[in-house]
């Protein structure tokens, strides 16, 4: 083994240093981009039971997305950016608590309910105008603030941080999941999420979660 290859294997497990890591603006609006094609699956899907899946897959992808941020993306904005990332933040998670509320009903009801459609549509709107509060307002200030290695670093974080979410409706996902359900998630206090990102940087933990990270929809 060459007296370089442990420094070059440093270099190129380092997320920052990773030509194929995206920023953090980047990574949350690919996140963005699915969580808005899902939505118009359900709305596309000719069965029920293929509207089912694709809802299960449009929930859980926001909720993971949702919390990712509030776990990593908002503290860094108040850490960085002072009163004026405490207030950005703050309407970020206003914002997601209307959001969430919506995401909880729509869960467990069935896409044959003549209620879910116009609930879905509300919760879209809500959506909307809390992504773009993202763009226009988080994002470009969090950009400027944030060399761009930082910026990839907390885009890795934001993206590993998802993994400790897994979703409940694939058969591989892991046997015993970290939230039992969905409510079960929405309702977990901060406390318990710092927990699990405390017990995180367990590699083989990591590698299980990673294996099991496949599309819940077949
Ligand atoms: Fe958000
Ligand atoms: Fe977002």
Redesign the pocket.
């Known amino acids: 083994m060459s007296a370089l290859e442990p420094v070059v294997a440093k270099l190129t497990s380092d997320p920052a240093h990773d030509e194929d890591q995206p920023t953090i603006s980047e990574a ?1 609006g690919a996140d963005h981009g699915a969580i808005d094609l899902y939505a118009e699956n359900i709305k596309n899907a000719s069965t029920s039971q293929e509207k089912i899946e694709w809802r299960n897959q449009f929930t859980w992808a926001l909720a993971r ?2 919390v990712s ?2 776990l990593t ?1 908002y503290p860094v904005m108040e850490k960085k950016l002072g009163q004026k990332g405490k207030e950005l933040a703050d309407v ?1 998670r206003e ?2 608590m209307a ?1 969430k509320k919506n995401l909880y009903k729509l869960q467990d009801m069935s896409p044959d309910n003549k209620e879910f459609f116009p609930l879905l549509d509300t919760l879209l709107t809500d959506l909307h105008e ?2 773009e ?2 763009v226009k307002e988080d994002m470009p200030r969090l950009e400027e603030i944030l060399t761009r290695e930082e910026s990839k670093s907390l885009a890795n974080y934001f993206e590993k941080t998802k993994l400790i979410l897994p979703t409940r409706s694939h058969p591989s996902a892991p046997n015993k999941p970290y939230f039992e359900n969905f409510a079960a998630m929405l309702a977990a206090p901060m406390d318990k999420f710092m927990d699990l990102l405390r017990a995180f940087p367990d590699e083989g933990k990591l590698g299980d979660v990673s294996a099991n990270e496949v599309p819940a929809v077949r």
């Open positions: 949350i997305h949702a941020e509030e993306m970020d914002q997601h959001v809390h992504i509060h993202e």
